[in-house]
């Protein structure tokens, strides 16, 4: 991939606390991918990754900019445009990305709370609760796989790196800052 010139500006994208969120995150569905036996430590990371979708999205009601809510809606319209004129470069979120993000926070939601539910006395023995939780982890599984291509595919497309711009917070300023 080549790689954006040394003299090319640089603007913060992602804040600290995004880029904290976004790590626990993939840490805790990597160990939590590893350790699937359901025993305590797996209960507990997982619900270290519910308090990080939390804590990200609480951050979005008080955050400016490319961390708030407000930059965080994704559009069927929007969408349909930016497929349209051939996935510009955004300095933030891609509407694409938008949606992914959602997706995967509802989806870190949904595990946390099928995770609790299995555990209640009033589901003992019950294999549904446990089914869900199954069937939710891999699809967290496939759209984490699609995030990864599609990270990867975009830093290729627009010549930038995004893992590292995730890493630094720092992206190249860009022709389309309204992204």
Wanted: charged content about 15%; overall charge positive.
């Amino acid at each position: 991939m080549p790689v954006a010139p040394a003299t090319a500006a640089r603007v913060r994208v992602w804040d600290a606390l995004v880029r904290l969120a976004h790590w626990t995150l993939a840490a805790v569905v990597l160990v939590n991918l590893v350790r699937d036996d359901g025993d305590q430590i797996h209960r507990l990371i997982g619900y270290v990754g519910v308090g990080a979708v939390a804590v990200r999205l609480l951050w979005a009601l008080l955050a400016r900019g490319p961390a708030s809510l407000g930059a965080l809606k994704p559009s069927l319209c929007a969408t349909r445009g930016y497929l349209q004129a051939g996935a510009p470069r955004c300095v933030a979120h891609d509407p694409l990305g938008l949606w992914m993000v959602w997706l995967l926070w509802l989806l870190v939601l949904l595990l946390g709370l099928t995770g609790w539910i299995s555990r209640l006395d009033a589901f003992w023995g019950e294999d549904w609760p446990v089914d869900i939780h199954a069937w939710l982890a891999d699809a967290l599984i496939v759209c984490v796989v699609v995030h990864l291509l599609g990270v990867a595919s975009m830093s290729w497309h627009w010549r930038e790196n995004l893992p590292a711009a995730m890493l630094t917070g720092r992206k190249r300023a860009g022709e389309d800052a309204s992204h």
